[in-house]
Each structure stands twice: as structure tokens, then as C-alpha cells.
């Protein structure tokens, strides 16, 4: 019995603080949800794998393409590439949290050119995203408003 009550103390060790790290918030956690594009044309769901964010396109408005009809990648520069569809791309990567509710280091593709673009962060507040993309120096770069889906 005491051998059994030992085994269950020592897996008991070994497990909950396996489960505490993997649910532990991050303090730049906060930017974690869903968010639209101010001209409500797009959605992103915004996700962490350890310490980096990614955006993946959950939501397009599809303007020029019928209903029912995939929405491809047609501009992307890798070829094999181009027959997926707009939705699930994963377009903002590499995105680090840099204290102050900035964020920094990411790049973001954007479909509708085929581009890739060095991209920054702010959380204005809980509600309110700014994106930075840019080509080379953020003074050059322009805010995309994001407001978070409820």
C-alpha cells in the first residue's frame, strides 16, 4: 500500500506541473482571439505556439468571386502554392511580444498581392489592434485596424 501511495505522489510531481506550463498565460496573451479588418473584409484568429504569435484568415469576403467558388492563392510567388484557398492561411508569423502591449519581429503575407511584409503590433486596447506592415523600416509603414470579434 505504501509503495502504491508513493508511485501516485511521485507521478502526481512529475504530471501537474507539466499541465501548469502548458496553460500558463503569457503577459502578451492578450492579443489571443479572433479580430476584423476595419473595412470588415477579412478575420484572423490570432494564436500562440510557445512564445510566437500567428494570425491564421479564418473569414474572407469574397467581392469578386462567386459563391461556392474557392478563393485561390493565385498570386503567390511559390507556384505550388497558388491552387489553395485564401481561407486558413496562416498570414501573420513570427510575431514576438516586446513588452507595453507592443509585439515585433513578424511578417505578414498578404494574399491579394502575394507578398510578404515585415509587420509590428500594437493592442491599443483590449477591443483595438494596430498592424504594422512595412518593407524595410517601420517609418515606411502603414496601420491596419483591427477590432476584436466578440
Same mark, same amino acid.
Not at 500500500?1 to 503577459?27: D, E, G
Not at 493565385?74 to 509585439?103: C, F, H, Q, W
Given at each position: ?38 473595412v470588415?473584409d ?7 505556439i ?24 493565385s498570386?503567390?510567388?511559390?507556384? &505550388? @502554392? ?5 481561407? #486558413? +492561411?496562416?498570414?501573420?508569423? %513570427?510575431?514576438?511580444?516586446? $513588452?507595453? *502591449? ?19 503590433? &500594437? @493592442? ?5 489592434? #494596430? +498592424?504594422?506592415?512595412?518593407? %524595410?523600416?517601420?517609418?515606411? $509603414?502603414? *496601420? ?7
Amino acid at each position: 500500500m505504501k509503495r502504491i501511495l508513493c508511485i501516485v505522489i511521485v507521478i502526481s510531481l512529475i504530471i501537474f506541473p507539466c499541465l501548469a506550463i502548458q496553460t500558463t498565460k503569457l503577459p502578451g496573451d492578450s492579443i489571443l482571439g479572433t479580430w476584423q479588418t476595419e473595412v470588415q473584409d477579412a478575420k484572423i484568429q490570432v494564436y500562440r505556439i510557445g512564445n510566437v504569435y500567428y494570425g491564421k484568415i479564418i473569414w474572407l469576403e469574397h467581392k469578386d468571386v462567386p459563391q461556392n467558388v474557392p478563393w485561390l492563392d493565385s498570386r503567390n510567388p511559390n507556384p &505550388t @502554392l497558388r491552387n489553395r484557398t485564401r481561407e #486558413n +492561411i496562416v498570414a501573420m508569423t %513570427g510575431m514576438v511580444y516586446s $513588452g507595453d *502591449n507592443k509585439y515585433s519581429n513578424g511578417n505578414i503575407y498578404y494574399p491579394t498581392n502575394g507578398k510578404t511584409y515585415c509587420c509590428c503590433a &500594437t @493592442l491599443v486596447d483590449y477591443n483595438s489592434l #494596430n +498592424i504594422r506592415p512595412y518593407m %524595410g523600416v517601420r517609418l515606411l $509603414g502603414y *496601420n491596419v485596424k483591427f477590432t476584436r470579434v466578440k
